[in-house]
């Protein structure tokens, strides 16, 4: 997220020299400043604060501002910490595919299967409605959809595809995948949008001239040219999906682990340096995620 | 890029999934937002009625949503609907109510109020308001949409004219 | 490679209740530049399209060396399109772009880059093969699409106003290359273009196209010489048009000069409209009572090898006289000078309505 | 109403202390009580606290009867602990747990109250002052609201064993939990807590998942099945949580839960969906599951039961007309209306003469004496709750609150407990 703060000191950088100011040098870092105040105040002091806060010691009156490491010995000591790394990374992972998939599709269709600007537009509003509905609503909408008595079982038993009701649709990890994707699937069709309508599309009839198929446009012509809205799209959900604790709470009816909920226990107990522990090897890991992201995809493009 | 053709309405058809896919839970809770006055969170229904919706918006009943209706409700909706953008944020800002409780000063904010529904109102009258944000953003996004088609007409015809 | 002319047969395109192109008919000999023309929105890009396969036609065939191709895919007809924009694939290397349909037809990697590399060298862009399209200019692009284009062999090669993006001075030297290369190969061009310029000096087929009919199709100088119709006069420019109407004896302005002229005509209607190029007309010293425009000049342009005069008749309609710089500095005119303009019966070219 | 009566002396507590607080208190008073009147009208408390008694209606009768304006922010017991501790200015009055007491206290964020200036403080239910019900009464496990309930001086953050004239909360309101169950889905009747673990219930027990609580009700149901016998359930060994959190990481594994609850409303409505159909619940939980015409059961447990109280404590910057305003406001919350308000709830109000006093007899008799009811029992809402007849479940306020076997409670070794509950959730 850092980089529109990039961007714009050399935005800035190729105005200045011509304007030609006493201190032409200055002019750019100048024009940053408000940016990096805004992004110093209410993202690095906070995120600075938690780092602090990691090595601190915690006591019955309150925090000891002391420098220990055993707030990471405690988090690397248990296998707790692993296991639920591996549960989050593991819903991040089939909620990204899913996401991914869904998302693409949806794109694909909006961009290069809807004839109509005018019906573009009404179907991506049609789209987009429901995440103007509260994230706790849409979540819990789904209790009495799934539920042992809810609408689809009621309506299987009813259609006799099945004579019991299918336990596994709620509190449980299907819940939570399907939450997920419910809640974040948007995250993925916006920007794969974006980045196919600015796709040229001479580029397609170009490839169809070439004998391509229409499977091998998509593979080597929408796919590649769609990277930086997939890429974004996956910055999005994977970040939203590693950080959250709500869902996975509310959805596996609290027997699923991740590691906000691991963090969100320990803030409940006050154990703070504990929690700034774990939050700083989050942020590590989820900014390592991106950055690799970003490796493989330039997104500057879009930004 | 060919838009007629089985592959055309088989991708039509994955669309129209995802709209239902994405529906779904709202039409369960717009059904069950009109249960009677002992309605509950879920399956079954207990007696029809628009009962909900009207503790909604009068005060003094359960969570006062008309007050909050008024303030977070109206700010927090109609704003950025009238900006026209802010899709993301917004969305966004609904799920920041974990981090509202954690950072938030006196003032009860909407996610927050939202928040309390879910932990201490048992009743429908938390879809009423999931009903009624859907609807209303509905018709926002249906006003948007005729206007902006009107002033293409009304371009049109100055173009043709 | 399969030499291959192409013939459209009262090929049809609508758009909804718009009819893009209007049941044409055409045949373009094999190995021949044929360019199509007109203003914008005639139809031309529409039937480059049909013919590429990039366009369904709503009626009608398309016959490629025979073959009706009218429902094939665009890459089983023999045809290669090079598209305004270039259409480059941004995420791929000029070798790769070029490389692209050879790829789709499975041909080995090894092979199919030794062939890209060979026509890469053939547009002369051999050291640009590693790079990105972004990193070359407009003409490179270009060369680079061309190249694309050509190297499936296709036996029509399509080009859709493939010069409207370059600068004068490229435009010039690209003209005279697709000229060469359309030599070379001995392929079908089929040229889209606006410019008059481009058309009468590419072309050996030159088809002008008004509101999806094709008004005619013809060698450049037949075009320009004998244009059809007032409007393909006018699209073609260097020709003023005279009204006439049949009198006694023959034919005459509204000042009521007579006209004599040397080719036979039928008078179909009140109004007969006459072609005269404007590099045929004189600027004569006194009025004369036959074949004379009379009009004030309303502009003096000097272009170097030779002058133009704007003249506008009594009527309001405005005409040109191009004169050597010799004949003009023998007998200058100013602006605002009453003059006459004589021409040569053998010049007046009859238009029909 | 103004606070003149907090001169009255006390028999109970005098202390040396007091009368310096006593002093302040009415010679700030006296002189201007029309001027004060109308300024404390203008005055507004901003409380916060878990649902349960954050009630709009509270703060609709706090305006009409004293004047002034209770804003008021219901959280969860997580929620509430985060912004009691850090955002102690975002609030003047928090209404929380003991055992969030316990852990918030020390931290310097709240004030203790001067008891000479609590009109009620003699009335207390005696469990808030002794931890005993009756002189005969056996000291329930855990974090016992007594233990919390005093520190030792007027600056001070140090809890007291004994009663000190410094309180660090008002008692509010309280309630044993117990397992509540769907006698129509169950089949047979329930008499102790290692029911919950009954194969029989495979898929379709839960219990609570705020770690703290749920370690309680845990250790319950490990007692019962005769694994382990805890000296402390409220301070357990590392051992002792080991082993509570094996046993229930097996009973996990065997697909013993169909989910773990942590809101009021998520109790009711796994219970009412029939998710659930044995699980820890609390009283009002059990009615409101009621209320919606589902049969649920409070089911008296042999062990006993697993209590929680609350109370009103004073943020550390009240000072001046606010402080005032606060001392005001409790009195007025012990005077009786509120009381009864939490008696109709099903919960108990800590103050029984007063809410006695605004009750009918029939519902006192229905809610505090175990007696059939003599009409239908309405909620404050006006809604039916009980029909005539219906007895209350686990009986008498006495039967109830004199079986507490242990309370909420935080534990010496919370960071190892945290940590193991963790694990437990992410197995």
């Known amino acids: 997220m850092s980089l529109p703060a990039a961007a714009v000191p050399s935005g800035a950088a190729a105005t200045a020299p ?38 601190w010691e915690d006591q019955e009156t309150g925090l000891a501002p002391t420098f220990i490491l055993d707030n990471y010995r405690d988090v690397f000591a248990t296998q707790v910490t692993f296991t639920t790394y591996l549960s989050t990374l593991r819903y991040a992972a089939i909620v990204w595919v899913s996401t991914l998939a869904i998302g693409f599709t949806v794109a694909y269709v909006l961009a290069f299967h809807i004839r109509s600007t005018l019906w573009q537009m009404v179907l991506f509003q049609v789209c987009a409605v429901p995440f103007l509905t509260s994230n706790v609503i849409r979540m819990i909408s789904w209790i009495p959809f799934l539920g042992r008595n809810g609408l689809l079982n009621s309506t ?26 419910h809640l974040y699937a948007l995250f993925m069709v916006v ?113 | 890029m060919e838009k007629s053709g089985p592959r055309h309405w088989l991708l039509l058809i994955l669309f129209a999934l995802f709209v ?142 | 490679m399969a030499e291959a002319g192409v013939e459209l047969v009262a090929v049809t395109k609508r758009y909804g209740a718009v009819t893009a192109v209007d049941a044409i008919d055409l045949r373009i000999p094999s190995g021949s530049y044929c360019c199509l023309i007109g203003p914008s929105g005639c139809g031309k890009t529409s039937t480059l399209r049909m013919i590429a396969g990039h366009e369904a036609a709503t009626g009608g065939d398309v016959l490629i060396g025979g073959r009706n191709v009218t429902l094939l895919p665009p890459a089983q007809r023999g045809t290669a399109m090079m598209f305004q924009s270039y259409a480059l694939f941004p995420h791929l290397t000029c070798l790769d772009n070029v490389a692209f349909s050879l790829r789709m037809r499975g041909v080995a990697r090894t092979e199919r880059r030794r062939k890209a590399a060979e026509m890469l060298e053939r547009v002369h862009l051999g050291e640009m093969a590693e790079r990105r399209p972004a990193q070359l200019s407009g003409g490179q692009q270009q060369r680079v699409a061309l190249a694309r284009a050509l190297i499936t062999n296709p036996s029509v090669l399509l080009l859709d106003e493939p010069l409207s993006a370059l600068d004068p001075f ?64 006018r699209f073609l420019g260097g020709h003023n048009i ?14 009521g000069c007579a006209i004599r002229l040397d080719e036979s005509f039928t008078v179909s209607s009140d109004v007969v409209r006459l072609a005269v190029r404007t590099d045929r007309m004189r600027l004569l010293a006194n009025d004369q009572a036959m074949n004379r425009l009379a009009g004030e000049v309303t502009a003096v342009e000097y272009h170097g090898p030779f002058v133009r005069v704007g003249l506008q008749d009594k009527a309001g309609s405005d005409h040109s006289l191009l004169l050597s710089e010799a004949d003009f500095y023998a007998r200058p005119v100013a602006l605002g000078e009453r003059v006459f303009a004589g021409f040569q019966p053998a010049d007046v070219h009859v238009l029909a309505n | 109403m103004t606070i003149e009566t907090g001169v009255t002396r006390r028999g109970l507590l005098k202390t040396a202390a007091a009368v310096g607080g006593a002093a302040i208190g009415s010679g700030a008073i006296t002189g201007f009580p029309t001027i004060w009147a109308q300024n404390i009208k203008n005055v507004t408390l901003r409380q916060f606290g878990t649902g349960v008694s ?46 969030i007491c316990k852990k918030v206290f020390p931290r310097s964020v709240l004030q203790p109250m001067d008891t000479t200036k609590l009109k009620y403080f003699d009335k207390l239910v005696p469990l808030f002052i002794t931890g005993k019900l009756t002189p005969e009464s056996v000291i329930a496990q855990g974090t016992a609201p007594h233990t919390v309930g005093f520190v030792e001086g007027k600056e001070s953050t140090k809890f007291s064993k004994t009663p000190t004239e410094w309180l660090t909360m008002v008692p509010t309101i309280y309630n044993a939990d117990t397992l509540g169950i769907r006698p129509d889905l169950v089949g047979r009747p329930i008499t102790q807590w290692k029911d919950l673990a009954d194969p029989a219930f495979k898929g379709k027990a839960s219990i609570l998942n705020i770690p703290s609580i749920g370690i309680m009700d845990a250790a319950m149901v490990c007692e019962s099945l005769g694994i382990i016998k805890y000296a402390d359930k409220g301070n357990m060994t590392k051992a002792e949580i080991d082993t509570t959190i094996k046993t229930m990481i097996d009973l996990k594994k065997q697909g013993q839960f169909r989910a773990f609850w942590k809101t009021f409303d998520e109790s009711v409505n796994l219970m009412v969906s029939g998710e659930v159909i044995i699980q820890s619940m609390c009283s009002p939980a059990i009615a409101a599951v009621r209320s919606k015409g589902v049969p649920c059961v409070y089911q008296p447990l042999k062990e006993g039961y697993r209590s929680w109280g609350g109370g009103l404590g004073l943020a550390k910057h009240l000072k001046g007309i606010e402080l005032e305003a606060a001392y005001e406001y409790i009195n007025w919350y012990m005077s009786g209306w509120v009381g009864a308000y939490l008696n109709r709830q099903g ?60 309370w909420n409670a935080v534990m010496d070794e919370d960071k190892y407990m945290i940590q193991k509950w963790n694990e437990f959730i992410a197995a």
């Open chain 1, 191 to 303: 920007p794969i949008f974006n980045t196919m309508m600015r796709i040229d599309r001479s580029l397609i009839e170009a490839a169809l001239d070439a004998g391509a198929r229409p499977i091998e446009v998509l593979r080597h012509v929408i796919i590649p040219l769609s990277l930086p809205g997939i890429a974004i799209g996956t910055i999005f959900v994977v970040t939203l999906v590693m950080g959250d604790f709500v869902t996975v709470q509310m959805m596996s009816g609290g027997q699923s682990a991740s590691v906000g909920l691991l963090i969100k226990n320990e803030i409940s107990l006050l154990q703070y340096p504990e929690a700034a522990a774990h939050a700083v090897i989050l942020l590590l890991t989820v900014l390592m995620m991106v950055w690799a992201i970003l490796r493989v995809v330039d997104i500057r493009k879009e930004l």
């Open chain 2, 20 to 161: 239902i896919f994405l529906y779904g839970p709202t039409l369960t809770i717009f059904i069950l937002s009109f249960q009677g006055p002992d309605g509950g969170l879920t399956f079954p229904m207990r007696g029809v009625s628009i009962y909900w919706f009207q503790n909604l918006f009068e005060p003094q009943m359960v969570g006062d949503f008309g007050g909050s209706l008024e303030r977070s409700l109206s700010l927090a909706l109609i704003a950025p609907s009238l900006v026209g953008v802010a899709l993301f944020g917004f969305s966004l800002s609904y799920d920041e109510f974990s981090r509202t409780i954690m950072a938030a000063g006196s003032d009860n904010t909407l996610p927050l109020e939202v928040f309390a529904m879910t932990t201490n109102v048992t009743t429908p009258v938390l879809y009423a308001l999931g009903s009624m944000t859907t609807l209303f953003s509905f018709a926002v996004v249906i006003t948007v949409t005729l206007t902006v088609l009107a002033m293409r007409r009304k371009r049109g015809a100055k173009l043709a004219g």
């Open chain 1, 18 to 55: 011509a304007r030609g100011r006493v201190l032409p040098s200055a002019m750019p870092y100048l024009q940053a400043l408000p940016l990096w105040l805004v992004m110093g105040v209410f993202l690095l002091i906070p995120i600075a604060t938690i780092v602090m806060v990691s090595f």
């Open chain 3, 242 to 255: 005279l009204e006439c109407r049949p009198g006694t004896g023959g034919l005459a302005l509204s000042d």
């Open chain 1, 156 to 181: 299987l038993i009813g259609l006799h595809i099945t004579d019991h009701p299918l336990e596994f649709l709620l509190f449980s990890p299907f819940a939570v995948v399907l939450t997920f994707v």
């Open chain 4, 347 to 406: 919960y108990y109000s800590a103050v029984l003469e007063t809410a006695k006093a605004h009750m009918e007899p029939y519902e006192w008799a229905f809610w505090m004496e175990g007696k059939p009811a003599e009409k239908d029992i309405m909620s404050p809402e006006g809604k039916l709750m009980e029909k005539a007849g219906a007895v209350r479940d686990g009986g008498s306020f006495y039967e109830r609150m004199g079986h507490v076997a242990c």
């Open chain 4, 54 to 99: 954050d009630v709009n209606a509270i703060a609709v009768k706090c305006k009409e009867d004293l004047g002034f304006t209770l804003n008021l922010t219901a959280l969860d017991s997580d929620a509430v602990t985060q912004r009691a501790i850090t955002q102690p200015n975002s609030y003047d009055i928090a209404d929380i747990e003991y055992w």
């Open chain 3, 170 to 233: 490229l435009r010039g030297k690209m003209r005279e290359e697709l000229k060469r290369l359309q030599r070379d190969l001995g392929i079908t061009f089929i040229h889209v273009t606006h410019s008059q310029d481009e058309a009468l000096a590419l072309s050996d087929l030159v088809v002008v196209m008004e509101r999806g009919k094709i008004l005619q199709s013809d060698a450049p100088r037949a075009v320009f010489e004998k244009p059809r119709t007032p409007f393909v006069a």
